[in-house]
């Protein structure tokens, strides 16, 4: 299994601005997902994150709104931009080995909007 | 939208089996069955998965029938740390359909009663 990092693990935001969330894996990964649990919910899927390509996002997302960096096999970030309140959520990355493997989670970055 | 059904809640008596199942009439033979659980304010952990054998890990077994339109998951002996809601997956093995992108329905939560 892999070991992955998210920071922050929580944060509590003012509307309009900004948060950057940050992945790290302790080994390399193809693949890199980013998941939204909004409150009492199951998880959406946000988008796939390319390493060194456009991420690659799910209907309803956009990347105005959640623009996604991978720049290498180890690391990905998702920014939540211009936020509102219907933007609290849990923010959750998956990585997996590759398309056949298991994916694993990290423990989700859990985001407040006033 | 996810290709699986699951009851929305089962209780079970600790120290019992809980045998939580799945339907999933639509899968095809390219797709894998895959288990994960989400404990609250945790990340969704992997548990199992299988195409048409029956699987067991040191967390559970998985009965897939023949047809492999549906399936059971099996904790042999629940305790209160299985509390949790558990999902039940479809996900392509292989091929041009295969994104390694898991999509969540509902799930089932599992409360364990003392």
């Known amino acids: 299994s892999a070991v992955i990092s998210q920071k922050p693990s929580r944060d509590i935001c003012q509307r309009g601005t900004s948060l950057t969330i940050q992945c790290q894996v302790d080994?390399?990964?193809?693949?890199m997902f980013w998941y939204r649990q909004q409150p009492g919910q199951s998880l959406t899927l946000i988008a796939t994150a390319n390493q060194g390509s456009e991420a690659t996002y799910e209907s309803g997302f956009v990347i105005d709104k959640f623009p996604i960096s991978r720049p290498n096999l180890t690391f990905s970030t998702l920014t939540v931009s211009n936020m509102s309140p219907e933007d609290s959520s849990i923010y959750l990355c998956s990585v997996s080995r590759d398309r056949a493997t298991e994916a694993f989670f990290g423990q989700g970055t859990r985001l407040t909007v006033v | 939208d996810a290709k699986t059904t699951q009851p929305p809640s089962m209780d079970c008596a600790e120290g019992r089996a809980a045998n939580l199942p799945c339907n999933h009439s639509t899968i095809s033979g390219n797709e894998y069955v895959y288990w994960y659980r989400q404990i609250h304010s945790q990340g969704p952990q992997y548990i199992i998965h299988?195409?048409?054998n029956n699987e067991t890990n040191e967390m559970a077994s998985l009965i897939i029938t023949e047809d492999r339109k549906s399936s059971t998951l099996i904790l042999p002996h629940a305790t209160l740390r299985d509390t949790a809601v558990y999902y039940c997956i479809v996900r392509p093995r292989r091929g041009t359909s295969n994104t390694g992108k898991l999509i969540f329905g509902q799930g089932t939560t599992l409360q364990v009663k003392p």
């Open positions: 080994s390399q990964v193809t693949m």
């Open positions: 299988g195409l048409k």
